[in-house]
């Protein structure tokens, strides 16, 4: 790779340093209204590493007459997001006295929006990191999204190709397609985490936990300001709140830019919308109904635990009503099921995405008529896009190495002395970034404090490869990459 490629991705990754080190007076500006002066120190020292950091990697300037090509892109995604998460955790080593596994960990984990957590006692702990953990949610959200519409396609590893709509996939007369999106996207994204804490506000919430929760919900990254998560608040209005942010934050950003362009109806007439919330809705009537039988609850209340908690892992938010591991095999079984479905494809969510699996199943169905009519011209379109060659390829790819990596990952872990439900859950949970896995150690009740370093390692490395569809971290790894 040429050295000044390479320069202008250090140039933009300066960039990012800056808007990170900008990102920290965040917590520093919470802690003075909490009279807490005291405690600002920390993060002023991680802005000013930071800043410095940011600056030394811009100060020669940006390299003219240099353009990044699509194979560019790859490295710039990867190294983005991992430079940004090694700075993320100065402000968890400097206040929580941490190792600097457990705070890259924790960066890691905030910034791909997971919700996995080694840290305890959230009740308690100062104002300025609880803000900063969710603002490495809702800034790791907002990047994703950008990443989804605007580099994926191009590289042929998303699947928003699929999702363009007439709306948005108009040529604007007056500026770049690229730059209205952008702007229509951080318009929705800002303005639906302003509405999720007036309305965690409104239902019962404090001011400060509402911004907390908001931003981890429209990220559906799952960090909360207590270790019981939404168990904390008893108001029904809390958690129905939680779940519409949470579907908010499911669906595909494209479609809001096609709703605040005119198209009202983009959203419901989408068939990976149709088909995300037609499961969601399905689980939470047959798992809210088994729930009431086996409880004491009332019909609604059972309705609503199930559904605050299903919702949590489909969207792969991490949000917890409860520890659901406690309510049987079939819930386990079941929940484990939710977390590699995921949300919808150019949303904040994780998993498999449901585009996936209605497009194979589209597939099986001709692959099923064709055996019945072999002569047949079988006619195979989803959202009204004719699905070729290269979309097939690239999901069938990706299913692969989803499958494959959870299971090389589980392998590892249990190597490093896990047992194979912690292990196996762990690299489940990580790669799709649901956060809390299953069993006692990393379930919804426990956190990932008590691993060996190296599994932790290992699980950050699932939270990058699922948060970057796997694929844009592994063309990294071949040699002919880097060639010339």
Wanted: net charge neutral; hydrophobic share 55%.
């Amino acid at each position: 790779m040429a050295w000044p490629t390479l320069r202008l991705i250090a140039f933009i990754n300066g960039i990012f340093l800056i808007t990170l080190a900008i990102g920290m007076i965040g917590p520093m500006f919470t802690l003075f209204v909490f009279d807490r002066a005291t405690e600002v120190s920390p993060f002023a020292w991680a802005g000013l590493i930071t800043f410095i950091a940011g600056l030394s990697m811009i100060a020669r300037g940006k390299p003219q007459d240099v353009h990044l090509r699509p194979r560019d892109m790859y490295l710039l995604t990867v190294s983005s997001w991992l430079t940004v998460c090694v700075f993320a955790a100065l402000p968890f080593m400097f206040t929580q006295h941490m190792s600097y596994t457990d705070a890259f960990f924790e960066s890691m984990s905030g910034i791909t929006a997971t919700g996995a957590t080694v840290l305890t006692g959230l009740d308690d702990m100062s104002p300025g990191i609880l803000i900063w953990r969710s603002m490495l949610h809702w800034l790791g959200g907002i990047g994703f999204i950008a990443m989804a519409v605007a580099i994926l396609p191009m590289l042929r590893i998303g699947g928003m190709r699929l999702f363009q709509t007439e709306s948005s996939d108009r040529s604007d007369k007056v500026m770049p397609r690229s730059h209205m999106v952008a702007k229509y996207m951080a318009v929705a994204y800002f303005g639906i985490s302003v509405l999720g804490c007036l309305a965690f506000w409104l239902a019962g919430m404090n001011f400060f936990d509402a911004i907390n929760h908001a931003m981890s919900a429209i990220s559906t990254g799952g960090f909360s300001t207590s270790d019981l998560s939404l168990a904390k608040w008893t108001q029904p209005a809390v958690h129905w709140v939680a779940v519409v942010l949470m579907i908010l934050g499911s669906l595909p950003f494209v479609l809001y830019v096609s709703t605040l362009r005119g198209n009202f109806s983009a959203v419901l007439n989408d068939q990976q919308v149709r088909g995300f919330l037609g499961i969601l809705i399905s689980v939470w009537l047959s798992m809210g109904t088994w729930y009431y039988f086996t409880t004491d609850l009332h019909w609604l209340d059972a309705l609503r635990h199930v559904a605050v908690n299903a919702t949590s892992v489909m969207t792969t938010t991490g949000f917890a009503l409860g520890d659901y591991s406690l309510w049987g095999g079939f819930a386990g079984m079941l929940f484990f099921y939710l977390g590699f479905i995921g949300g919808c494809s150019g949303s904040t969510a994780g998993g498999l995405k449901i585009f996936r699996f209605q497009v194979a199943y589209i597939l099986l169905k001709a692959n099923l008529m064709q055996l019945v009519h072999p002569r047949a011209v079988i006619k195979q379109q989803y959202n009204h896009h004719r699905l070729d060659e290269d979309i097939v390829r690239s999901i069938l790819t990706f299913s692969f190495f989803f499958t494959i990596i959870i299971a090389v990952l589980a392998l590892a872990l249990t190597l490093c002395g896990l047992d194979w439900i912690t292990a196996l859950s762990g690299a489940a949970s990580t790669l799709s970034g649901v956060g809390p896995g299953m069993g006692p150690i990393i379930g919804p009740a426990g956190t990932y404090a008590s691993l060996p370093d190296m599994a932790k390692w290992l699980l950050t490395l699932g939270m990058l490869m699922g948060r970057l569809e796997i694929l844009t971290v592994l063309v990294l790894l071949m040699p002919a990459f880097w060639r010339h």
